[in-house]
């Protein structure tokens, strides 16, 4: 089955799918968006993400037109109409389409929603058992970056860099060599006192769905997890380097700009919370 969109109301197949010309989310990367797994024909992770569209709108001044409920009926009927079982809902909201190119937020405009799905194994992930690679990249984002804006060429930029290396990832590291995060997804470390360390919330990164899962499975498994900024020295040290994102859930790291971590294998810590992961995202599917 071909992707399935849904435009302002409507159902198009992917192909027959467009937004005007001069909608401000091309004119301006004026938007946010989300990416929800969906295993089973349910959906992943789904108040996490209800809740972080309905902060990122708020953030930008964009009165939600996809609230709870709506949001997931429409993500219901898309899985419906598409017969999607396994794969992800991409959604995107903009501020909409205007007649001219202002910068400020124009007057009397309704938000552009489009929303398509897509096929992909995600039950089986060969990254899980081999590991993946990445490559180290200056953040060169701005300081909203929890915002999930859907200006992300800086992200683009990292990504590409990092699989022209041959990596999967790219890891992403400001000036001080100070880690934020992954060019789409969140890292995390694991020590040699066994404590799983990550880098608070704040402005720096994107509050990931799956490291907010992922964090609160570890502690009600009364596994040490503290918050704080880490080095990429730190990473290179580390007894395992780990990745979580919504569609590869949980992946450990094996290497870092062709330098093998954690032994250059997937580590313990990275294997249970993958399957503790799994087993919650299933358990609270919708
Ligand atoms: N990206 N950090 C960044 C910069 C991201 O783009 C993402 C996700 C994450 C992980 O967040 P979550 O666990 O909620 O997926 C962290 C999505 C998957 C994307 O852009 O495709």
């Known amino acids: 089955m071909s992707s399935l969109c849904y435009i302002n109301g409507n159902f198009v197949p992917a192909e ?14 004026d938007g946010v968006y989300e990416v929800v797994a969906v295993m089973d024909g349910l959906l992943l992770e789904f108040e996490r993400h209800a809740a972080r569209l309905a902060r990122s709108l708020a953030e930008i001044g ?10 997931l009926e429409v993500c219901r009927e898309l899985i419906r109409r598409s017969a999607l ?11 909409g389409a205007d007649t001219k190119r202002d910068f400020a937020f124009p007057k009397g ?12 194994v995600l039950s089986v992930n060969p990254l899980a058992d081999s590991g993946v690679r990445v490559a180290s990249v200056p953040d060169l984002r701005w300081a909203r970056r929890d915002i ?18 041959g990596a999967f990832e790219a890891l992403m590291v400001d000036a001080q060599g100070v880690v934020t995060e992954g060019s789409s997804s969140s890292a995390l470390l694991v020590n040699d006192a066994d404590e799983i360390v990550v880098r608070p919330l704040s402005n720096d990164i994107l509050p990931g769905c799956t490291r907010a899962a ?21 990473c290179m040290q580390a007894r395992e380097v780990i990745l979580t994102s919504a569609l590869h859930f949980v992946l450990p790291v094996i290497a870092i700009d062709d330098q093998p ?10 294997a249970a919370l993958r399957t503790l992961y799994l087993r919650h995202a299933m ?4």
Request: one cysteine or more; charged letters at 20%; glycine letters at 6%.
């Open 16 to 29: 027959q799918a467009s937004i005007p010309a001069m909608d401000r989310g091309f004119l301006f990367g």
């Open 62 to 71: 964009i009165a939600n037109p996809l609230p709870r409920e709506r949001l």
């Open 85 to 95: 079982r396994e794969g992800s809902i991409y959604l995107q909201i903009t501020r």
């Open 109 to 120: 405009v309704e938000p552009t929603v489009m929303m398509f799905t897509a096929e992909k």
């Open 148 to 165: 999930k804006s859907v200006s992300l060429l800086a992200q683009v930029l990292a990504k590409q860099a990092a699989q022209s290396s």
């Open 214 to 234: 992922v964090l609160a499975l570890a502690a009600e498994r009364n596994m040490k997890v503290v918050e704080r900024t880490f080095t990429l020295q730190e």
């Open 261 to 270: 971590v954690a032994g250059g294998k997937p580590g313990p810590v990275c």
């Open 283 to 286: 358990a609270t599917a919708l």
